[in-house]
């Protein structure tokens, strides 16, 4: 399942934009309930703004929450950007560290954060579990378990760790645009003869292609009649 992954999301990457691992780091803590769409849509004049740790500790709170105030938790994301600025510079000069131990130190910053920084910024394999992620891989019968670091450990297990973070994205990108919370396009998912849940969503062919999302839906159409 992880090859055919492969095969069926060539262009998985992680969906926020970034050009340093600060930026990523901002991204991600942001992302929380939202969509990365959103947090797009706000980071360029965001990291304008605040182009390194200094301007995010040094912030005006009040401007700093008008700018993200599109995403939710807007009060509580400022904080954090703001307490994760005053980190790294009492911390790290500023800079944002490459370990995971020293990541999750930091404020904003969980396991699951950590991972999309370490996998995306450094090059550093990792399995980000986040909602599809876990979703999925209950679905497939990877693993049993609910808890987000359990869930990585086992899937860790299963998969080469220097696929680690490609496998992330793609089963994430799975989540989105194919095997969808409420109702899966099963009919259309390349993945259905080896799927033990096979049969929870839509199993109509055609009804299950207009189910799916995002810019490839004419190429996973085509993968679906093909296997």
């Known amino acids: 399942m992880g090859r055919a992954l492969a095969v069926i999301h060539p262009d998985a ?13 901002v991204a991600t803590i942001l992302s ?12 360029p004049k965001l990291f304008a703004r605040y182009p390194d740790a200094a301007a995010y500790a040094a912030a005006d709170r009040i401007e700093m929450q008008d700018m ?35 990541l999750v130190a930091l ?19 990792g399995i980000t579990v986040d909602t599809h992620f876990q979703r999925l891989t209950q679905r497939w019968h990877w693993t049993t378990e609910t808890d987000p670091v359990k869930i990585e450990h086992a899937v860790g297990a299963l998969i080469e760790r220097r ?19 409420r109702k899966p396009a099963c009919g259309a998912c390349t993945l259905r003869r ?29 993968l679906a009649l093909a296997s």
């Open 32 to 43: 929380a309930q939202t969509t990365d769409v959103r947090v797009n849509q706000v980071t």
């Open 107 to 125: 404020p904003g910053i969980g396991r699951k954060t950590a991972n999309v920084i370490l996998g995306n910024a450094f090059g550093v394999p």
């Open 163 to 181: 696929d680690w973070t490609m496998l992330s994205h793609r089963v994430i990108f799975h989540g989105r645009r194919v095997c969808h919370a």
């Open 194 to 222: 080896d799927c033990p849940s096979y049969g929870i969503g839509e199993t109509n062919l055609e009804a299950a292609i207009a189910l799916l999302k995002g810019p490839r839906v004419a190429e996973l159409a085509e």
């Open 13 to 25: 990457h992680c969906e926020l934009d970034f050009s340093t691992p600060l930026e990523l780091a």
């Open 68 to 102: 993200l105030v599109p995403l939710g938790f807007f009060r509580n994301k400022t904080d954090s950007l703001m307490k994760l600025g005053q980190a790294l510079l009492d911390r790290h000069d500023g800079q944002v560290p490459g370990t995971l131990d020293a």
